[in-house]
């Protein structure tokens, strides 16, 4: 006779069982990673801007053959079980401490943008005192996220593989980081800092490695607010374009559709970030606020920034109505979003752009990927991942460490279009004066001279004391 005793250990193990295979299941839907691009079946006389000179015959064909990070069999991400969901591993790129790993050397240099005088600090790593300028050189130009620097444990973990000879599985690059200005130690001299679209900041850097590096390849790395800058540069060089290819990661490609999500997304954006992302600029400002109170010149009055600083909690749209149009001329939050959203200038790019989000990120939502923009350039190729969040991207190794998985693709990515053996492209030619200003020929608002950095030359990007929000 059964007593419904004998039910139990039954239950129990096909409860088991289901819980299992549900995980497994998930866990496995999860790791996909899915492909944005033209129809590979394009055929070249119909669509003859997809032979891309030196990237055989299709950039979206490159990267399914080469890419394996993002297309067959190996292309998965695998999360982390104690970091579900994109909330997670948002926080966790924010809130922990990752000084010990990845620890990079860097050389500064400060170059002035002659066009308004201000300044913007550049860290070289390897450095060049170490290891001298060689020809043909590979340049990863780095700009980083909203009010981040050299020092992001994001960036870092980009720079160390891609530095890292290919022995090691590296491309043996070297990096040039761009911090904004006033973002890590980037000295303030101008009652001006930047904003999502500050590509004119970008013009003077390219223009330094092409006089440093003057053989180079230069390819351009960003994260979410300098992945805007960099592909909007991109796209508004076009043909032009002195970069042989671009990653954006966690770029938020429309900042009109962006911010609403931000603002009214979900509990997070309701509760959280809408706040956290004002704040880190806030503070910001805060840190350079004797520039706007001592110049004649500034655009920001007195008692606008008291205002600021006395306000409680305030939302990056607050913020921007206040003070980044006023600061550089934009009528609102709205104009400022509209105008230097990169999603505008998608169709005009020319250059390979591999740009990769994640569908759980927090901060931007799923919706506002450029999935049609994608579909018609056939320069862009648009991946995403199922999990990762905003800019965190965390995987487990084998040994139970967690690395950020993009750096794989990154570096595949950029060896891919290396191995194509990529025709030069057309660099800016310039002119040096008595002075030592370097100016473009073409268009003479683009213009550099070197000045002393006030912090010191060399440094280790373990010596970090901006007491910033970071991670975004
Ligand atoms: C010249 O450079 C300025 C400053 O970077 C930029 O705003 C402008 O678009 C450039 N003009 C052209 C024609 O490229």
């Known amino acids: 006779m059964h007593t419904y005793l004998d039910w139990v250990p039954f239950s129990l193990i096909s409860l088991v069982l289901v819980v299992a295979g549900w995980t497994w299941v998930n866990t496995w839907r999860r790791s996909k990673i899915s492909l944005h691009h033209v129809p590979l079946s394009y055929p070249q006389t119909a669509y003859p801007e997809v032979k891309i000179p030196g990237v055989g015959d299709h950039l979206a064909a490159l990267v399914n053959q080469k890419v394996p990070s993002l297309a067959g069999p ?3 991400l695998h999360g982390v079980w104690w970091l579900p969901g994109g909330n997670a591993q948002t926080l966790y790129t924010s809130l922990s401490d990752f000084s010990d790993v990845d620890t990079v050397t860097y050389q500064r240099y400060g170059l002035a943008n002659v066009a308004d005088g201000g300044v913007i600090a550049i860290d070289i790593a390897p450095p060049l005192h170490s290891h001298p300028v060689r020809d043909g050189e ?20 980009a720079v160390n593989a891609l530095r890292a000879p290919a022995e090691r599985g590296g491309l043996g690059a070297r990096a ?21 679209g500050s ?19 230069i390819f351009g790395l960003g994260f979410s ?6 592909t909007k540069y991109s796209g508004e060089e076009g043909e032009d374009c002195p970069l042989s290819g671009v990653v954006a990661l966690a770029n938020v490609w429309d900042w009109c559709r962006g911010s609403q999500y931000g603002l009214n997304g979900n509990l997070a954006n309701r509760f959280v970030y809408r706040y956290v992302l004002a704040d880190a600029l806030r503070s910001l400002h805060h840190l350079h606020r004797h520039i706007f109170l001592s110049s004649p010149s500034s655009p920001l009055p007195v008692d606008l920034l008291e205002k600021l600083s006395k306000m409680g909690r305030i939302t990056l749209t607050d913020f921007d109505n206040m003070i980044t149009s006023k600061l550089y001329g934009f009528k609102d939050a709205n104009d400022y979003y509209t105008r230097i959203s990169s999603v505008k200038v998608l169709d005009n790019l020319r250059i390979p752009l591999l740009g990769i989000n994640s569908k759980d990120d927090p901060i931007l939502g799923k919706d506002n990927l450029p999935y049609t923009e994608a579909s018609r350039n056939p320069w862009f190729v648009f991946a995403t991942t199922e999990v990762g969040g905003h800019m965190g991207w965390f995987e487990r190794q084998q040994d139970g460490s967690l690395k950020r998985w993009y750096v794989k693709p990154v570096k595949e990515f950029f060896s891919a279009l290396l191995e194509e053996g990529l025709p030069q492209r057309h660099k800016p030619a310039f002119t040096i004066n008595d002075q030592g200003m370097v100016q473009q020929l073409g268009n003479s608002s683009v213009a550099f001279r070197e000045v002393e950095p006030e912090s010191l030359k060399l440094f280790t990007s373990r010596s970090d004391d901006t007491k910033l929000y970071s991670g975004w």
Not at 184 to 192: D, R
Not at 203 to 215: A, E, N, S
Not at 225 to 230: I, K, T, W
Request: glycine share 8%.
């Open 138 to 157: 590979t340049i990863i130009l780095i700009a980083h996220g909203l009010t981040g620097g050299s020092h992001e444990h994001y960036v870092r973990s």
């Open 74 to 76: 190996e292309a998965r």
């Open 225 to 230: 607010l300098g992945a805007n800058v960099l």
């Open 199 to 217: 590509s004119d900041d970008v013009r003077p850097i390219v223009l330094w490695i092409t006089h440093m590096f003057p053989q180079s390849t």
């Open 176 to 196: 040039v980081v761009m911090n904004f200005r006033g973002c890590n130690g980037s000295p303030v001299i101008t009652p001006k800092l930047y904003h999502a």
